[in-house]
């Protein structure tokens, strides 16, 4: 791959999307390492995604052409913007997380509460709505902790992670189509430890669960503005 490639900032403006603040490059060049998109179709969509067939160029050659194949991609519908896994954390440095059935693995799941963002929605505005409808919770301090990218092969969305300091705040609002029995509560070490057994089959709960770690200071987590007021 050239050096150029590896700096999407030096690539042509019309091939730089910005897509919630991150650059993607799109349509891309199989001259320049990268898989290019010659087409697409969209097979299937609704107010929340967009199922992509695309006919793609590879940087590897046969014959003296380039490979070329068609693949799939899942991306967020039209408007929409990338959502937000959350880690609740009370006072006492419990997280609280729900059981839900998942249909794609048709599995009840152990994970972080999460959603989508609404239009002209902060991060932080999402994850506190989230935790709120979800487990019935409130914030007092919400502090990002970057993005994961949970399927690079195949999703396009990169969610937000965001850990908040929460309390309580009236029943959960869940949605109809979510199916959530119960939360439950532990101590990061706990998490942490069910994560490394591979109790816990969420790719975005242990993502999350690496990223809060080094906000663990002499036992307690501390978000943004707590180090002078928590001991």
């Keep these: 791959m050239s050096e150029q490639s590896s700096d999407p900032k030096s690539l042509p403006a019309h091939e ?10 799109v349509p ?12 697409e179709e969209l097979i299937w969509g609704n107010d929340a995604v967009r199922f992509f067939k695309d006919h793609v160029r590879y940087p590897a050659t046969k014959d003296g052409k380039h490979v070329e194949d068609d693949v799939f991609r ?3 519908a039209a408007g929409k913007v990338n959502g937000v896994i959350t880690i609740p954390i009370t006072d ?18 152990l994970e972080l509460p999460r959603g989508g963002r609404k239009p002209g929605e902060s991060p932080e ?5 989230e935790i709120h409808e979800e487990i019935g919770r409130g914030c007092t301090v919400v502090q990002s902790l970057g993005r994961v990218a949970p399927d690079s092969g195949q999703l396009s969305s990169i ?5 908040a300091r929460v309390h309580r705040d009236g029943a959960p609002e869940r949605e109809e189509t979510e199916t959530i029995d119960r939360t439950v509560a532990m101590p990061y070490a706990v998490l942490r430890s069910a994560c490394e057994r591979g109790e816990i089959l969420d790719g975005y709960t242990l993502a999350a669960v690496m990223r809060l770690a080094p906000l663990l200071h002499d036992g307690r987590i501390l978000l943004d ?7």
Excluded: C, K
Excluded at 16 to 25: A, N
């Design 16 to 25: 730089l999307v910005e897509s919630d603040e991150l650059p993607r490059i």
């Design 74 to 76: 899942l991306t967020d």
């Design 159 to 163: 969610p937000h992670i965001l850990a």
């Design 125 to 129: 505005s999402a994850a506190a709505r």
């Design 225 to 231: 503005g707590e180090r002078s007021g928590r001991g």
């Design 28 to 39: 891309g060049s199989a001259e320049r390492g990268e898989v290019e998109i010659v087409s």
């Design 92 to 109: 006492d440095d419990r997280i609280i997380l729900v059981r839900q059935f998942r249909h794609p693995v048709r599995m009840w799941m």
